[in-house]
């Protein structure tokens, strides 16, 4: 037996055992290990008519595989899938794709626009609206001082007003700490 050759056994041991010979598939021959197990792509081979006995019509099925599972970072298909296209499909059907791949671009690039542009507005109201509880709060704390109230509970307003919830939390916090040590 050749070393481009496997040992396949077939058969049950009531019939007997048969041996039936195939070529070796090298996984570490192939740019194709990382995605199909050796039994696995002989299998396929079979399935698509290409005759396993001979290596040279292994390799060159190998060598297809590998060359149409090839990955591209780009989102136009190669220049020589196209060109199939054009060929065996439709005629202009290239022009197509590009097209539809470029219209598709720019529909993902309006969605993203709109989608950072609705984040800007969302972010000047809330700057607007933090503006105007500031000013409105200082302005009740400076009322509440004017008319002779308490200058604590306009200091108190005051800073969280300014200060907003997180602000609020420490100065609760820091009233009750100081409850807890009177008693």
């Not at 058969?11 to 194709?32: C, F, I, R, T």
């Not at 704390?141 to 939390?169: E, M, R, Y």
Request: charged share 25%.
């Amino acid at each position: 037996m050749s070393d481009n050759r496997r040992k396949q056994t077939t058969g049950s041991p009531a019939h007997g055992n048969s041996s039936q010979e195939a070529p070796v598939y090298k996984e570490e021959d192939s740019a194709l290990a990382d995605f199909l197990p050796a039994a696995t792509m002989l299998d396929v081979f079979e399935q698509l008519g290409v005759d396993t006995t001979d290596p040279k019509a292994v390799a060159t099925a190998q060598l297809v595989m590998a060359q149409t599972t090839s990955m591209s970072s780009s989102p136009y298909p190669s220049p020589a899938m196209l060109r199939d296209y054009d060929e065996h499909y439709r005629k202009d059907f290239s022009e197509r794709i590009i097209d539809r791949i470029d219209a598709q671009t720019i529909h993902r690039q309006c969605l993203e626009r709109l989608r950072v542009d609705r984040s800007e507005r969302r972010k000047d109201r809330a700057q607007w609206n933090a503006l105007i509880i500031s000013v409105g709060g200082l302005g009740i704390a400076g009322a509440i001082a004017l008319t002779g109230g308490s200058a604590w509970i306009a200091s108190i307003i005051a800073i969280v007003a300014v200060g907003g919830p997180n602000t609020a939390t420490v100065l609760a916090r820091w009233l009750d700490r100081g409850r807890d040590t009177a008693r």
